[in-house]
């Protein structure tokens, strides 16, 4: 686990829809509550869902999928800001090594050597849902990103379940006395990694303050939150906070 004096935290998975843009907005908030400098992007393009909903505090955005704006990711450490966060889209180690490497998905070793160089260190923040996809997604980015010059964060989006045993492809499981899957959770947590479980919401809330753009911070004051809504959004924040207290030092907020 390395100590630099900014961080480059990109929230990753392999596939869509496993609560990037969640993680990314509440850490967002954390980052403004604790006055901590940090640049914010939103590597989806305008249509982002990060980008929507902090387009009035300056969240930058960016398609990483474009030739023409990809380097945005590189670039961005190029800044007095002690973090830098991007939401990415899924499937974006393939687009980081077209950056400086081969651009094949399999290496990024020259990404991360110029990050070095540049006084960055970079965490990767694993957004891990049910499916064997994001399990397997962990995976390819410990072979692709390695851990020596790399931390890792794998957060269990709890928004449809209870425990970790709802996770079977990330956690494992046993048949006939033989364990199956959780290899990439056995890597990473043996590499010093961190495994923290971030919160659900209740459906009806997120519906109303997915559609209406709302900051998580400002629920409190939205009236058109039902007064439960809103103590269920406060709840959803205080509880991410908790959760993500072991994961602080590598998310930069230590």
């Given at each position: 686990m390395g100590d630099s004096k900014r961080r480059l935290v990109l929230a990753v998975s392999g596939k869509g829809g496993v609560g990037k843009t969640t993680f990314?907005?509440?850490?967002?908030?954390?980052?403004h509550a604790a006055g901590t400098k940090a640049d914010i992007y939103d590597a989806d393009g305008q249509v982002g869902g990060l980008a929507r909903v902090y387009y009035d505090v300056g969240v930058n955005f960016y398609d990483l999928r474009q030739d023409s704006d990809r380097a945005t990711l590189l670039?961005?450490?190029?800044?007095?800001?002690?973090?830098?966060?991007?939401?990415?889209?899924?499937?974006?180690?393939f687009e980081?090594?077209?950056?400086?490497?081969?651009?094949d998905g399999a290496s990024v070793a020259k990404f991360v050597e110029i990050l070095g160089e540049n006084g960055a260190r970079l965490t990767l923040v694993h957004l891990v849902d049910n499916g064997i996809e994001a399990a397997q997604s962990v995976g390819q980015y410990l072979d692709v990103f390695g851990t020596d010059d790399v931390d890792h964060v794998a957060v269990l989006n709890m928004r449809e379940s209870k425990s970790s045993a709802d996770f079977p492809y990330w956690s494992g499981y046993e048949v006939d006395g033989v364990r199956k899957y959780g290899k990439a959770r056995d890597r990473l947590l043996a590499a010093g990694g961190v495994e923290i479980a971030m919160p659900g919401l209740h459906v009806v809330a997120r519906a109303k303050v997915d559609a209406m753009n709302l900051k998580y911070s400002d629920c409190a004051r939205?009236?058109?939150?039902?007064?439960t809504e809103r103590a269920l959004v406060s709840q959803f924040v205080k509880g991410f906070g908790k959760?993500?207290?072991?994961?602080?030092p590598l998310l930069g907020l230590a």
């Open positions: 990314a907005k509440l850490l967002t908030d954390l980052y670039d961005s450490i190029d800044t007095s800001s002690n973090v830098i966060l991007h939401d990415l889209p899924g499937g974006s180690r980081i090594s077209k950056i400086l490497d081969d651009g939205q009236r058109d939150l039902t007064l959760a993500v207290e072991p994961a602080k």
